[in-house]
């Protein structure tokens, strides 16, 4: 496993973007750069992954995390996986055989966030069809298939945030877990394109951020990118959602996912459901945003959804320190699945979807980008 890395400031772009993820360079020597969201907010470190290994890890440790961002990753992992076979000398078989090596890999770093599957089980198809070629030029064929999903889903996040700042009033308080931002995404988030876009359009929105245990990525992640957009927010505790609710702070909930079935049964980060019960019970509208790429509708509904189970030690020494007796025994899933009942709707770049069940979701998703 070889990692480059740079510590750099934050990109100053006009538009904000952090480019999470990128592509250096050709199909035959070029490198896929990451942002090692572990490092965040207190340092800005990108690494450069030029081999499988260092895909794979850089998955599992979450230092690329969120659905949509972690497809575009594997499917560059992908890339690499026939760069080293055709550095290798491989001929267009040994190429082929190198990407779906990598594929098979990549598989099994996360198992709950069905963007994975979805980008290699594309990137796969796409060399099936691909025909004779000589490898070179294979491997170009790849390298632009993994760009269009990267350049796909910068669009779609785009589409979300004008589909769902429509569902959000002028100086409302809305409340979101985990990171659905320009971190776990190509470029501007789900969850937080909703915000973003309400924020441009001068509906002055207010967030409350769950810190979102375990890892903290809503205070990390979500509260920096909010910060970088001059979007306010207030960071709380997870187990301070339900008061805040009861002051009436919170007008609405957006929330991202990480596998929806064809029912509408939503996985997304632990705590997402509870978040969901509290709404319902203060009569708040829940959303969650999403990509088409998000659905799973093979799944007729969230019960086979599999749940990813971390290390113990995320939740025993998670905050840098041990805060657990030793050897305590450890429950620490990373999803829970909100059932489609207390989703009000699902913004998708294919319009909203509600109320949700399966049909309207077929109905919403068949109909396409307009
Ligand atoms: O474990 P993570 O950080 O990958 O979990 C991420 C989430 O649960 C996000 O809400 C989800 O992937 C949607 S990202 C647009």
């Given amino acids: 496993v070889t990692v480059a890395t740079q510590t750099g400031e934050v990109p100053e772009t006009d538009d904000a973007s952090l480019e999470t993820v990128g592509w250096r360079g050709d199909s035959a020597s070029g490198h896929l750069r990451l942002i090692d969201q572990t490092r965040l907010p207190v340092e800005f470190v990108r690494i450069d992954c030029r081999d499988v290994p260092t895909v794979w890890e850089a998955i599992k440790a979450l230092r690329v995390r969120g659905a949509p961002a972690i497809g575009i990753t594997a499917a560059y992992g992908a890339v690499l996986g026939g760069q080293t076979a055709l550095a290798g000398g491989g001929d267009a078989d040994a190429v082929r055989r190198g990407i779906l090596d990598a594929a098979s890999h990549l598989r099994t ?73 320009g971190l776990a995404t190509a470029d501007y988030g789900t969850a937080l394109a909703v915000i973003f876009t309400a924020h441009e359009q001068g509906k002055a929105p207010h967030v409350f951020a769950d810190e979102t245990r375990p890892l903290l990525q809503g205070a990390r992640l979500t509260a920096w990118e909010l910060q970088r957009r001059g979007v306010p927010v207030t960071l709380i505790c997870d187990s301070m959602a339900a008061q805040v609710m009861k002051e009436g702070r919170v007008q609405a909930v957006v929330v991202g996912a ?64 041990q805060t657990a007796p030793d050897n305590v025994d450890v429950y620490n899933p990373a999803f829970d699945v909100t059932p489609a009942m207390l989703i009000a709707g699902i913004i998708t770049e294919c319009g909203v979807i509600r109320p949700v069940n399966a049909l309207t979701i077929r109905q919403v998703l068949q109909s396409g980008v307009d």
């Fill in 109 to 181: 770093s996360r198992p709950t966030a069905v963007n994975l599957f979805w980008a290699l089980d594309r990137v796969s198809r796409v060399l099936n069809e691909a025909g004779d070629h000589e490898p070179g030029a294979l491997l170009d064929r790849m390298l632009a298939e993994a760009r269009a999903i990267h350049d796909e889903d910068k669009a779609m996040c785009r589409a979300i945030g004008r589909y769902g700042a429509e569902l959000l009033a002028p100086g409302q308080g809305i409340l979101t877990h985990c990171n659905a931002g």
């Fill in 258 to 321: 990480d596998r929806i079935a064809a029912n509408g049964d939503t996985a997304n980060k632990i705590g997402t459901y509870g978040v969901a019960i509290l709404a319902r019970a203060h009569d708040i509208p829940f959303f969650v945003a999403a990509p088409s790429s998000t659905f799973d509708l093979s799944l007729a509904d969230g019960s086979s959804i599999p749940i990813e189970q971390r290390d113990p030690r995320e939740v025993t020494h998670g905050l840098g320190r």
